[in-house]
């Protein structure tokens, strides 16, 4: 995945913002202090992330969220590089939880289609095993040589029931991709 | 003594870290902590919540609702999974209409979260559970000619406001249980920093680049190997010690030991019994000090 979008320079044009989108989104569970950020910068400086990368920058993510840049910030692929330390949370001195804030708009970019790889294999094999991860035949049968209990099978009917009308498992079911895109 | 758990081992466990497992069982059986196994367990939650919160919650309240049905307490080895059972256990017990809107899936697959059961990570057994003097007595062989650092990883600790472990900006716990075993740890700049762990797959340069910032304040501070108490952030380490050598153009050769495997060494066990042949990083200078420190 390349580094693009929030570090884009093509200018900001005024219809471009949608000023219900900060409201939208103090109402969503884990972004509800959106508002009290002041810019700041602490998130950012914090971030082992935006160390070592071009454009991820916390600070700049919640600006563009508060401005209302909805489909700029919701497309931008450096949203998907939060490594959820939750350093900027515990530092952050408004309280804003700053990777939940990222989470939340994560989670409104994967309803719109638009979520790496990496998260629709991880989902799609909690749907088939439960687990995470497609844990290897010869791993399972391993464990008796190494001395470990039988690998728990996983229920994945019951894991089906239980995410029954979650939007983004529905997407994933139907057409295989979520949002359906 | 006589503490009682169900073992939630997660995904990343039983997918790749064999190692972390066996000597945990191991170190845990010997303390006197009884593992239940826990059936139909789920992944926690925690890899899908950047995707859906509401799968997170969904998939860690299910957990749970299996857990009361057993009417035992969860310890796991991996923080992720600790932080997320924990989290969303305190989460749920706090606000009734999510709860109820949570309960609301589990029902469909007869199931429901009561908020009974408490999650601890290995590290907070070791600690609460078992106890510094109890752990310290079972030592028979003090690693007292070892120099390592610690690796506490994120989920541990953070976020404070619902984990409530040690101090996220000074952790103390698992540089008290290395000490338990004799050896020395080592400090190191930025010791309290993710591996880079949660950002493979979707940037691998920038995730290694962090794992390699760390290996070079380890290498730096003299450390002979280095401690996890995470899956995740033994993969980067162990896994992926060589491929950020190559990548880097950097030379380590710096063993990362499991926390289990150390003690489970100080204990009396032997490298075989641990599991050391799993881990990718060559042990064998490691162990050969030990070994001549013993004598």
Request: a neutral charge.
């Amino acid at each position: 995945m390349t580094e693009t979008a929030t570090a884009s320079k093509e200018p900001i044009k005024a219809s471009e913002l949608d000023p219900k989108f900060k409201y939208e989104l103090s109402k969503m569970h884990g972004s509800e202090k959106l508002l009290k950020c002041f810019q700041c910068g602490t998130c950012t400086s914090d971030c082992p992330v935006a160390r070592f990368s071009d454009s991820y920058r916390p600070r700049t993510i919640i600006r563009m969220a508060q401005l209302g840049l909805r489909e700029r910030v919701l497309k931008s692929d450096t949203l998907w590089l939060c490594a959820a330390c939750f350093t900027c949370t515990d530092r952050c001195p408004q309280d804003v939880e700053v990777a939940s804030v990222i989470r939340v708009l994560r989670n409104l970019a994967a309803e719109k289609g638009c979520v790496p790889q990496v998260f629709k294999d991880q989902a799609g094999s909690v749907l088939e095993s439960g687990y995470a991860y497609k844990i290897p035949e010869l791993r399972v049968k391993k464990r008796e040589s190494q001395g470990l209990p039988p690998l728990p099978k996983g229920n994945s009917e019951s894991v089906r029931k239980s995410l029954k009308g979650v939007k983004f498992f529905e997407a994933l079911e139907k057409k295989g991709e979520p949002g359906g895109q | 003594m006589g503490s009682k758990y169900l073992i939630f081992l997660g995904c990343a466990v039983p997918y790749r870290v064999a190692a972390y497992e066996i000597s945990a069982r191991k170190i845990l059986r010997k303390l006197g902590v009884e593992l239940v196994e826990m059936p139909e367990f789920n992944c926690c939650g925690l890899p899908l919540d950047p995707v859906s919160h509401e799968t997170m919650l969904i998939l860690a309240a299910r957990n749970l609702a299996l857990a009361e049905q057993q009417g035992l307490n969860i310890l796991t080895l991996c923080p992720g999974c600790a932080g997320t059972l924990k989290k969303v256990n305190k989460i749920l017990k706090a606000d009734k209409s999510l709860r109820e809107q949570i309960n609301g899936h589990l029902n469909e697959a007869g199931l429901e979260f009561k908020g009974t059961v408490n999650t601890k990570h290995i590290v907070q057994v070791l600690m609460e559970d078992v106890g510094l003097a109890s752990i310290k007595s079972a030592v028979v062989k003090p690693l007292t000619m070892l120099q390592v650092a610690e690796h506490v990883g994120c989920h541990l600790l953070r976020p404070k406001e619902y984990i409530g472990f040690d101090d996220p900006e000074d952790p103390q716990f698992l540089k008290t249980l290395i000490e338990a075993t004799g050896a020395t740890c080592l400090d190191y700049i930025d010791e309290t920093e993710c591996c880079g762990a949660p950002s493979v797959g979707v940037s691998d340069k920038v995730a290694l680049q962090l794992a390699r910032d760390k290996l070079n304040h380890v290498k730096e501070a003299g450390a002979q190997a280095l401690i996890t108490i995470c899956a995740f952030c033994h993969i980067m380490f162990d896994t992926n010690e060589v491929r950020i050598e190559r990548m880097f153009n950097e030379a380590y050769g710096i063993p990362v030991l499991h926390y289990p495997q150390l003690l489970g060494l100080a204990m009396g066990m032997t490298p075989e019994e641990l599991a050391f042949n799993e881990l990718r990083v060559d042990t064998s200078k490691l162990l050969k000090i030990v070994a001549d420190g013993a004598k």
